[in-house]
Structures are given as structure tokens and as C-alpha cells.
């Protein structure tokens, strides 16, 4: 709301940078906040469902939200639509305040600092030496979203754009694609709950690097802009699928192996560790895109085998999971 009051045609980019920067920060705490949710209201099976369903919503929202916002842009303006977002954002909360959760009783009697410092140690503590697995899972987790998000954010347009040389109709028609996967991917997450067992989580790890293959394989015979275009976005499409079962599985199986009281911490450092390889993932790869301008499949191809030979060999992080609910 005082982005929307004190924005103007002096101040517009400066406002919309410091709006950007505190959204980023408020979501930092959402997303932890959310999936510590889901198993205090969900159990079992459902956990993963939930999970699910969090997930199709999202990406939903990533699908059209931009549509909607470039219409209403131009058919009313910027002050409009930020004014129609800030109420968006008080209906959300008014619906939230329906939301029971069971309160977590905390001894409140120790200093602000020194509370911190404990639960930071305590959930350190927890994740490498009470339940190792999770750690692992987290670094796996990260280790995917390394390679997937280096080569979806950064290849595709790439590719798309100077490699191929299509217009920007092509490179947003592969963008929606991926976005239709993401929400495809969640919808066969919920339908595998209870038919995919734990233990098989490294065949769909295995299963990313697979897809991407092709993509790479295409650019070494010859063929037309449209075919390379065409095996790119369906390579792709299948990445985005299977690293969003991958994901809801994963995150499912931290939040059942962790108890409630540190849900919270385990949350948030699952959301840290996942975001903090992004962009480590976008810059190596937009220096290796770069060095392998003329055989983008010196890219492709190892990161295809690279991350199907991490699926094979993460078989013993998942054994025994299967079992846990």
C-alpha cells in the first residue's frame, strides 16, 4: 500500500527496486512458514497430496499471474493494479485467520539472542546427527535444483533466442510449456502418493537427467530450427515434470521424519539451502552456455549423465525411507 501512495514517474524505479527487495524478504518467510503448515493440518499419504497441491497452486499463479498483470497494466495502469494487489493480499490474510493449528508451548524465560543461538544449534544438531537422512535429502534437493534451474533459467533462453535464433513468441510458448509441466508434474506427484515408494525417488532423480539428453543429442545431427526447438521444449517439459515429484516427495519426506516444534527451523533451512543453489547454478552455467556457444551439447549432454549417475548413486539415502510415514 505506501509503494502504491508514494509511487511517481520520478520515483517509479527506485520504489518498485525497494518493493522487490522487501517482497523477497517477506517470502523468505512465507515459504518455510507454509510447508511447516502442512503437516501440523495433514498426515500420512496426505502430507504428500498437500504438498501437491501447494505446488500446482503456485505454479498456477506463476502461469497466469504475469498474463493477467500485462492486461491489466495496460488497460488501467500501474497504480491500479498494485491497489488491486495490496486487497488480494488483505483477502488472503482474512482467510488465513480460519487456519487451527495446535500452538507449540515454547519457555519463553531466556534471552531473545541466546534462544536463537539455541535453536540454531539444536537444529543443526538434529539434521546431521539425529536424523542425518534429512541433510542428505537437502543437499540432493539443492544439487537438482543446481542443474535443472542453471539449464531451464539459463539454457532455454539461450537456446531459444541466440542459438536457434527464434523471436520471443517461441521463447514464451516454451516458457508456459514449462510452467504446464511444473503443474503436471504436482497433479502425477498427487496421483503416485502411495504408489511411488520412497525408495524409488533415485529412478526419478535418475529420470531428470534422462530428459535432458535429448536435448542435447538433437544439436548433433542435422535438422531444422523448428525440430531442435520442438525435442528442446518437450527435453525440457520432462525435466520440469519429474524435478517437481522429485521435490514434493522430498520436501514430504524431511516433514515427516521431523517434529513438529522444529518443522519451523528444518523449513527454512530446506527453502535456504534450495534457493542459495539457484543462483550458484545460474552463473555457472550462463559461463559454460557462454564458452559453448557453437556445441551446446557439450553442455546438455554432461549435465544429462551428471545428474542421471546422482540419481543411481543417491539409492542409500532413500533405503528405509520407504517405510516411514
Known amino acids: 500500500m505506501g ?109 531473545f539472542f541466546s534462544t536463537i543461538k539455541e535453536d540454531f544449534f539444536s537444529s543443526i544438531r538434529f539434521i546431521t546427527r539425529e536424523q542425518p537422512s534429512i541433510i542428505k535429502i537437502l543437499l540432493l534437493a539443492a544439487l537438482a535444483r543446481f542443474f535443472v534451474m542453471g539449464i531451464a533459467l539459463v539454457g532455454l533462453p539461450f537456446i531459444v533466442r541466440t542459438i536457434l535464433g527464434l523471436d520471443a513468441r517461441y521463447y514464451g510458448g516454451a516458457e508456459s510449456a514449462l510452467a504446464v509441466a511444473t503443474i503436471a508434474g504436482s497433479i502425477a506427484a498427487g496421483i503416485l502418493t502411495g504408489k511411488l515408494e520412497n525408495r524409488r525417488l533415485p529412478s526419478v532423480l535418475a529420470a531428470i537427467g534422462l530428459c535432458i539428453l535429448p536435448a542435447g543429442v538433437i544439436f548433433l545431427f542435422p535438422s531444422g530450427a523448428m525440430i531442435r526447438y520442438m525435442a528442446n521444449v518437450a527435453a525440457f517439459c520432462g525435466m520440469q515434470a519429474a524435478i517437481s515429484i522429485f521435490s514434493i516427495f522430498a520436501v514430504s519426506i524431511i516433514q515427516q521424519n521431523t517434529p513438529e516444534h522444529m518443522l519451523g527451523k528444518v523449513m527454512a533451512y530446506t527453502s535456504a539451502i534450495t534457493l542459495c543453489a539457484q543462483p550458484l547454478g545460474q552463473m555457472v552455467y550462463g559461463v559454460w552456455f557462454d564458452g559453448c556457444r557453437e556445441k551446446v551439447y557439450l553442455v546438455l549432454l554432461p549435465t544429462g549423465v551428471m545428474v542421471a549417475l546422482i540419481g543411481l548413486f543417491s539409492a542409500g539415502v532413500f533405503q528405509g525411507e520407504g517405510e516411514r510415514k
Open 3 to 111: 509503494a502504491a501512495v508514494i509511487l511517481s514517474e520520478e520515483n517509479a524505479l527506485a520504489v518498485i527496486r525497494g518493493l522487490l527487495v522487501v517482497l523477497s524478504v517477506l517470502g523468505a518467510f512465507e515459504t518455510p512458514t507454509v510447508q511447516a503448515c502442512i503437516p501440523q493440518m495433514l498426515k500420512g499419504d496426505n502430507v504428500i497430496r498437500g504438498n501437491a497441491v501447494v505446488n500446482q497452486v503456485v505454479s498456477v499463479s506463476y502461469l497466469t499471474a504475469p498474463l493477467l498483470g500485462g492486461i491489466l497494466y495496460a488497460a488501467f495502469g500501474l497504480k491500479p493494479v498494485m491497489y488491486a494487489s495490496v486487497l488480494c493480499f488483505f483477502i488472503t490474510a482474512f482467510f488465513e485467520c480460519f487456519i487451527k493449528l495446535k500452538m507449540q508451548v515454547r519457555d519463553a524465560s531466556g534471552r
